[in-house]
Nanobody
């Protein structure tokens, strides 16, 4: 069974930085895309950033230039470096793995990021 565990969330002042990590446990042979999403109360979950197995990245418009996604395939881990944080970045962040083998779409439990003004 594949499980994702996020870490690195917390409270930071506006303009500060945080680094989120998401590690997978379980027997995983191949992961396609790893990504980070966020969801504010009453709103739809939105893409923050994603990275393919080949290293191509895609970012949500509001975080471009401030956030950087990276992955360590040997550790089945994805990272999100968040710089120049704004109060509007406050919400719960979820990691997502699109796993090829064993086939599945997996989500972490979420980690809270709070940016104070």
């Amino acid at each position: 069974q594949v499980q994702l565990v996020e870490s690195g969330g917390g409270l930071v002042q506006a303009g500060g930085s945080l680094r989120l990590s998401c590690a997978a446990s379980g027997k995983i042979v191949s992961i396609n895309t790893m990504g980070w999403y966020r969801q504010a109360p009453g709103k739809q979950r939105e893409l923050v950033a994603a990275i393919t197995s080949g290293g191509s990245t895609n970012y949500g418009g509001s975080v471009k230039g401030r956030f950087t996604i990276s992955r360590d395939n040997a550790k089945n881990t994805v990272y999100l470096q968040m710089n120049s944080l704004k109060p509007e970045d406050t919400t719960v962040y979820y990691c997502n793995y699109q796993v090829l083998l064993p086939l599945g779409n997996y989500w972490g439990q979420g980690t809270q990021v709070t940016v104070s003004s």
